[in-house]
């Protein structure tokens, strides 16, 4: 813990919450190496930070010198803390004739291919005449000898470095696409294809713009990192209490208080920070214990941590690390991502807040004691400076300016609100530093009169902060830590670009998609006649395909999420969804809105929920009825995607156009929706309710969510009686209550 930082106040210390976090974030628990290698791997690590801290704001080098100095770290890094085998005393100091600095010779081989293997591409760009190797441009297709070596080291240690970091499913999913590409006269049917030839597969994997160096790893070590490091940094300056302090403050008093203070500091969270299980951690040490206390069954406060906390990676502002790389998919500002993602977050949250709520009543749980809550006045003055650096990124992200410079910006701001103050002139040097490159960046064209001045004033209103400064050496371990953070969604990255290569190159995305849409026309036209009466028709054929086509997708997104983290995840499926859902006419940015959503749900739905698990570590809980509840909890991001995908105008930013009315009416429609199921979960909403009643509520709930006036009117006529017995049986129990 920091200065900054208030101690947890539950039954766990940081110490704990450490190995929580070690234990179920995939790039939190490292090797133990010797001291010397340890600061040799301090080094790197901190000039991996600064490499990419410095290219953000100054200048990026041509993409496959940047990705191969991404990669080159990664494997550095990589190699070094993530043992070949994850046992019970692998990540335990061993020493011998076979190791160099606790780290297997074996290993240190990998590293230096894998380094040899990243930067051969960059030495080559141009040609070696003297080892005979042409332009790049000239080998395209047609790679000589050494391409082909360097080619099958770096596929075998990208695959190799996604296993260390993330385990065994997303390479063996990998391997199954590369088996297709290279075997595909051996597929039946419509996956039938003549097949790649070898050389041609490397060279697509190899070669910069499909493959490995594609828009994967791209979008990851232009700005996905640097989001991770601003992220690790606000928090560790004060940013993450400041939002837990706030939280506490505005929902803490009330009924249920502290699984409200879970929800609302999630949310708050989640705009800095894109990890489920860090914001699990990080929030759920003050308020799962709080919960417990208050009287929250175990499984339940964990569920409520998760639940909110897997929010992060679909609440704006920064989102999570799918989020940049659906922008470049879709070629559109990440801004207007953002904005899409605006309505589909509140619905989330509003799902979990009315469970919450409802759960507190019918337990009869009150809020927290007024002398329990921080002070308003007291959590502003300490604690205002650490605001300037996200409202600074925010102001650079939404004028226009790409995602790299606003992270560059925040981080700057973060560095000054951290280490600067007025009260220690020599401090002033990071404050000095950055002015002098916003003026360099004006006179240069770079920024605007007005930006500059408010990026100044920033800095200025940073540097008085009352809050301990941070020293250089604390701020150095703060980088090293994102960095560690940065490995696993970097290998990620690398790997599931060969997914990318292996569509591009055989087409297999349309062919999937093309067996979804044929699968659910025919189970459509099956059902059908259940929905026909006479002349009246309730729902056509292809209202039936859509939603069967819905469901498929949402079902492979649940189930291929068991172990891969989201943003490989979604990378896989969105190349399947996409042409399935463009066939059914469903606009690009729904569909992969859609396939994000179902891949955070995969975070919160068992067997394999990491969210949950960690949340059910703190709250000594059951880890499957942990995972069950968080699932449950977590209804409204279920059914928010079949919301905008039959309601574009959910998402602000939709090509079907945005109409005020249409978007107030289905917006609350959706709302509705979401409480009625909220409550038949519950089974409670003015008082008890009984299984019958629950059914009615969870069956209008669903329909409700159906943007018509028809599906409302249908909805309501189904939960007329559910509404009548609770309102009547809510004023016998009045007087009794009095």
């Known amino acids: 813990m920091t200065e900054g930082q208030k101690e947890p106040t539950g039954d766990l210390?940081?110490?704990?919450?450490?190995?929580?976090?070690?234990?179920?974030?995939?790039?939190?628990?490292?090797r133990t190496v010797a001291p010397g290698f340890a600061a040799f791997l301090r080094y790197v690590a901190l000039a991996f930070a600064v490499y990419h801290y410095l290219t953000a704001g100054f200048a990026l080098p041509p993409d496959f010198w940047h990705m191969g100095w991404h990669l080159s770290g990664l494997f550095i890094l990589t190699y070094a803390f993530f043992p070949l085998f994850k046992t019970s005393s692998a990540f335990d100091l061993k020493t011998g004739g076979w190791r160099i600095g606790g780290v297997p010779i074996l290993d240190i081989i990998a590293m230096i291919l894998g380094v040899a293997s990243a930067l051969y591409l960059g030495l080559a760009w141009r040609g070696i005449p003297m080892l005979g190797i042409e332009e790049q441009t000239f080998r395209m297709g047609n790679p000589n000898n050494f391409d082909m070596v360097f080619g099958c080291i770096l596929i075998v240690l990208v695959l190799d470095i996604a296993r260390r970091t993330l385990g065994w499913v997303l390479p063996l999913i990998i391997c199954l696409f590369m088996c297709y590409a290279l075997f595909?006269?051996?597929?039946?049917?419509?996956?039938?294809?003549?097949?790649?030839?070898?050389?041609?597969?490397?060279?697509?994997?190899?070669?910069?713009?499909?493959?490995?160096?594609?828009?994967?790893?791209?979008?990851?070590?232009?700005?996905?990192?640097?989001?991770?490091?601003?992220?690790?940094?606000?928090?560790?300056?004060?940013?993450?209490?400041?939002?837990?302090?706030?939280?506490?403050?505005?929902?803490?008093?009330?009924?249920?208080?502290?699984?409200?203070?879970?929800?609302?500091s999630s949310a708050f969270f989640g705009t800095i920070s894109g990890s489920s299980v860090?914001?699990?951690?990080?929030?759920?040490?003050?308020?799962?214990?709080?919960?417990?206390?208050?009287?929250?069954?175990?499984?339940?406060?964990?569920?409520?941590?998760?639940?909110?906390?897997?929010?992060?990676?679909?609440?704006?502002?920064?989102?999570g690390a799918a989020a940049f790389i659906m922008a470049e998919f879709l070629e559109l500002p990440y801004t207007t991502i953002v904005i899409a993602a605006i309505f589909p977050a509140l619905l989330h949250y509003v799902g979990v807040f009315a469970v919450v709520h409802l759960m507190a009543r019918r337990l009869n749980l009150q809020g927290l004691a007024k002398d329990k809550l921080p002070q308003f006045a007291a959590v502003w003055r300490d604690?205002?400076?650490?605001?300037?650096?996200?409202?600074?990124l925010l102001l650079v992200l939404f004028s226009g300016y790409t995602p790299f410079m606003s992270a560059f910006c925040g981080i700057s701001l973060s560095l000054i609100a951290g280490m600067s103050r007025v009260k220690q002139p020599l401090s002033l040097i990071y404050a000095a530093g950055f002015i002098a490159f916003v003026?360099?960046?004006?006179?240069?064209?770079?920024?605007?009169?007005?930006?500059?001045?408010?990026?100044?004033?920033?800095?200025?209103?940073?540097?008085?902060?009352?809050?301990?400064?941070?020293?250089?050496?604390?701020?150095?371990?703060?980088?090293?830590?994102?960095?560690?953070?940065?490995?696993?969604?970097?290998?990620?990255?690398?790997?599931?670009?060969?997914?990318?290569?292996?569509?591009?190159?055989?087409?297999?995305?349309?062919?999937?998609?093309?067996?979804?849409?044929?699968?659910?026309?025919?189970?459509?036209?099956?059902?059908?006649?259940?929905?026909?009466?006479g002349t009246f028709e309730l729902f056509s054929i292809s209202?039936?395909?859509?939603?069967?086509?819905?469901?498929?997708?949402?079902?492979?997104?649940?189930?291929?999420?068991?172990?891969?983290?989201?943003?490989?995840?979604?990378?896989?499926?969105?190349?399947?969804?996409?042409?399935?859902?463009?066939?059914?006419?469903?606009?690009?940015?729904?569909?992969?809105?859609?396939?994000?959503?179902?891949?955070?749900?995969?975070?919160?739905?068992?067997?394999?929920?990491?969210?949950?698990?960690?949340?059910?570590?703190?709250?000594?809980?059951?880890?499957?009825?942990?995972?069950?509840?968080?699932?449950?909890?977590?209804?409204?991001k279920v059914l928010a995607p079949m919301a905008f995908v039959y309601a574009p105008v959910l998402l602000f930013v939709s090509e079907t156009g945005f109409d005020f009315w249409e978007f107030s009416y289905t917006a609350t429609s959706c709302i509705v929706g979401v409480i009625s199921l909220s409550a038949a979960v519950v089974g409670y909403w003015l008082v008890p309710m009984g299984a019958l009643s629950r059914w009615l509520l969870a069956i209008s709930g669903l329909i409700f969510i159906a943007p018509s006036l028809q599906a409302d009117l249908v909805a309501l006529i189904i939960a007329s009686p559910v509404i009548v017995s609770q309102v009547i049986a809510r004023r016998r129990a009045a007087p009794v209550a009095g």
């Not at 450490?18 to 939190?28: C, F, H, T």
């Not at 990080?282 to 639940?307: C, D, Q, W």
């Not at 604690?383 to 600074?392: F, R, Y």
Request: one cysteine or more.
């Open 439 to 533: 003026i360099w960046k004006y006179m240069g064209g770079g920024f605007d009169l007005s930006m500059s001045l408010m990026l100044i004033a920033g800095s200025v209103i940073a540097s008085f902060n009352p809050q301990p400064r941070i020293t250089l050496g604390e701020m150095a371990d703060t980088f090293e830590t994102g960095v560690k953070y940065a490995l696993a969604v970097g290998a990620a990255a690398a790997a599931v670009g060969i997914v990318i290569g292996v569509i591009n190159t055989t087409g297999v995305g349309f062919r999937i998609g093309f067996m979804v849409t044929q699968a659910a026309t025919a189970l459509g036209t099956d059902l059908h006649w259940l929905f026909t009466y």
């Open 543 to 636: 209202d039936l395909t859509l939603f069967i086509s819905l469901v498929f997708i949402a079902l492979a997104c649940i189930l291929m999420g068991a172990g891969i983290p989201t943003t490989a995840l979604y990378i896989m499926l969105v190349s399947v969804a996409q042409p399935a859902l463009a066939q059914l006419g469903i606009p690009p940015i729904a569909s992969h809105m859609f396939v994000l959503y179902y891949g955070v749900v995969a975070e919160i739905t068992p067997p394999v929920c990491t969210s949950a698990y960690a949340a059910s570590a703190i709250a000594n809980s059951n880890p499957f009825r942990t995972g069950i509840s968080a699932f449950t909890l977590g209804l409204g």
């Open 278 to 319: 860090a914001n699990t951690v990080s929030t759920g040490a003050l308020t799962i214990p709080n919960m417990k206390r208050l009287g929250y069954p175990g499984h339940f406060a964990g569920g409520v941590e998760a639940a909110a906390s897997a929010g992060g990676q679909i609440t704006p502002p920064i989102m």
């Open 13 to 30: 210390n940081a110490d704990d919450l450490q190995d929580i976090e070690r234990k179920y974030d995939e790039g939190a628990a490292t």
């Open 383 to 392: 604690g205002w400076a650490n605001i300037v650096p996200l409202i600074g």
């Open 184 to 264: 595909g006269p051996i597929f039946p049917g419509i996956l039938q294809h003549p097949g790649v030839k070898f050389r041609t597969f490397v060279s697509s994997m190899y070669f910069p713009q499909e493959g490995i160096f594609g828009v994967t790893l791209w979008v990851v070590s232009t700005i996905v990192f640097h989001f991770v490091l601003f992220g690790v940094i606000a928090q560790r300056t004060g940013l993450g209490q400041l939002f837990i302090d706030n939280a506490t403050i505005l929902a803490g008093r009330y009924t249920g208080g502290p699984a409200k203070v879970s929800v609302v």
